[in-house]
């Protein structure tokens, strides 16, 4: 069967097959209105699916690494060649995501296959200096099996490859549980894996009770998992307990510092875009701010400009903000501005529900100022568009509270200061650091945080080696008797006074 948004169905590559399981309707949070159906597989679909995955991951482990580069290009050649147009729409109508960046983002995952296809050719052991003469030592690496990637709404489809190219040039199969917003999505996306040997991809819908499933099965062997930290945790303690390796992101309340040195108009610009981007739903959205008392005011000026320039509206149409994923969502991002407005921060833009959408999960743009670092929007992940400034006296006030806080994903700068660009640098206490360029990342260094944020890493050749593991092999080509082997010598024994024990 082909791919319909209206008909519950999963994906054992290279077929759809329709779901036994409960309808569920697919709400878009802009309008309200059903865009489709969706199901939770079954214990009986995900051993169907767990049977095509460990079928064809025991001939895929066998192929040269050449070979499974040549396959990895063809998912890269897919993707470049496809008509994702269908696919964009169904993710903004799905979670609201404005159309450029679902379009942008669909489109430009074929690097990470290409990344991975050639990675996996060059990094594949490591010989190492002989500790004995007459032997031949290294250390091979091998994948695990079959693995798990529990994906987020936010980029449902990116971070979903940035795990899975790795997986497959490591060697595994993947079984992909997407995130309940995104389903229709992350299925209509499958397309570009249909020339990848049968069974080695396949994508079970489904909600927290099919993740914790496919991480329990004995045929699962690495997991994958971006989203909140509460999940994540409950994900690493079931790995835990089955000793299977995972990566975990977990998200973060990412700070921003605008130094005394900043360059104001690029960092008023800059901060738009990292803490608003996605209507401020994104893992490395910048949310808590440290301006430093010299440029405070001016800064808020240009920043709280900047913003009143940004259209609210349906992804569909010409806008940058669009809703927030569901009325959970909001009503989480409502209550924590309240809390700091009461607590004595001012709404410099925003704080409110924008009055021309009465109708979907919408929120305004929002700059708060006066904002103490114990209020609750300082110490959760609010994960909305949402900015709350600190003024702080100087930079390392900036630092020290940046770095007072549970999560660690990433942190950024605006400085044209080189040595607090370097200091920031060392002293941040985050996976990741820009400086003067926010949200960026690259296919060949590692994407990841520290405390909370996560474990593991993703991207990078830290990104492939979490869906591989090593065996040291030592190979004697020239075989002798070895001194230290039983039975010791006599004069081996020695003790106090150099008496001799029989």
């Known amino acids: 069967m082909t791919f319909s948004p ?16 409960t ?14 159906a969706i199901s939770a597989a079954t214990a009986a679909e995900i051993e169907v699916a767990l049977d095509a995955a460990t079928a064809a991951q025991a001939k895929w482990k066998k192929l040269d690494a050449k070979s499974r580069a040549k ?30 960046e679902a379009i942008g983002e669909i489109a430009n995952c074929a690097p990470v296959f290409r990344y991975y296809a050639e990675m996996a050719r060059d990094e594949a052991g490591k010989i190492a200096g002989t500790t004995q003469a007459g032997s031949f030592q290294y250390a091979r ?16 489809v990116l971070l979903m490859c940035w795990t899975v190219a790795a997986s497959l040039a490591a060697g595994n199969a993947c079984v992909i549980k997407p995130a309940e917003a995104t389903t229709l999505s992350t299925l209509d996306y499958m397309n570009v894996f249909r020339s990848l040997p049968e069974g080695l991809v396949c994508c079970l819908p489904g909600n927290a009770a099919t993740a914790q499933a496919l991480i329990q099965s004995p045929r699962t062997h690495a997991v994958a998992f971006t989203g909140s930290v509460a999940a994540g945790k409950a994900v690493a303690v079931a790995c835990a ?10 998200g973060g309340s990412d700070p921003m510092i605008v130094s005394k040195h900043a360059p104001l108009d690029v960092a008023a610009a800059g901060a738009v875009t990292a803490a608003f981007h996605l209507s401020g739903q994104v893992c490395t959205s910048a949310e808590r701010f440290f301006v430093v008392d010299d440029v405070h005011d001016t ?19 010409r806008s940058e903000i669009g809703p927030l994923v569901s009325e959970a969502a909001r009503a989480k991002v409502m209550r924590l501005v309240d809390d700091a407005v009461r607590s004595g921060a001012t709404a410099v833009t925003g704080g409110r529900i924008p009055p021309a959408n009465n109708v979907g999960w919408f929120y305004e743009p929002t700059i708060l100022t006066g904002v103490t670092p114990d209020m609750a929007i300082c110490r959760e992940e609010c994960f909305g568009p949402v900015a709350a400034i600190c003024r702080v006296k100087d930079f390392d006030e900036a630092i020290r509270l940046a770095n007072d806080s549970p999560f660690g994903l990433g942190a950024s700068i605006f ?11 060392e002293r941040l206490e985050a996976g990741m650091v820009w400086v003067n360029n926010p949200l960026i990342d690259n296919d060949a260094l590692p994407f990841g945080g520290w405390k909370a944020s996560g474990l593991g890493r993703e991207l990078g050749r830290q990104g492939l080696d979490a869906f591989r593991r090593s065996k040291m ?10 001194e230290w082997w039983y039975p010791y010598p006599d004069d081996w024994f020695r003790a106090a006074g150099g008496r001799k024990h029989v």
């Open 23 to 36: 309808q569920r309707p697919v709400i878009d949070p802009a309008t309200l209105e059903t865009v489709g």
């Open 71 to 100: 396959h990895l290009h063809q998912v890269a050649n897919a993707i470049e060649q496809a008509d994702f147009t269908r696919c964009a729409e169904l993710m903004v109508r799905e979670m609201g995501k404005p159309y450029p």
């Open 415 to 425: 400085t044209t200061d080189l040595a607090e660009a370097h200091e920031a640098a």
């Open 473 to 482: 092999v030592i190979i004697d080509h020239k075989p002798t008797i070895q």
């Open 241 to 250: 307990e089955r000793m299977k390796p995972c990566v975990i992101e977990a």
């Open 141 to 156: 690496y091998e994948p695990y099996g079959v693995s798990v990637h529990i994906m987020p709404y936010n980029f449902p």
């Open 299 to 317: 800064f808020v000026e240009k920043f709280a400009a900047e913003t009143r320039r940004l259209r609210i509206g349906n992804g569909l149409d």
């Open 6 to 21: 209206h008909q519950p169905t999963l994906f054992v590559n290279p077929n759809f097959r329709p779901m036994a399981g």
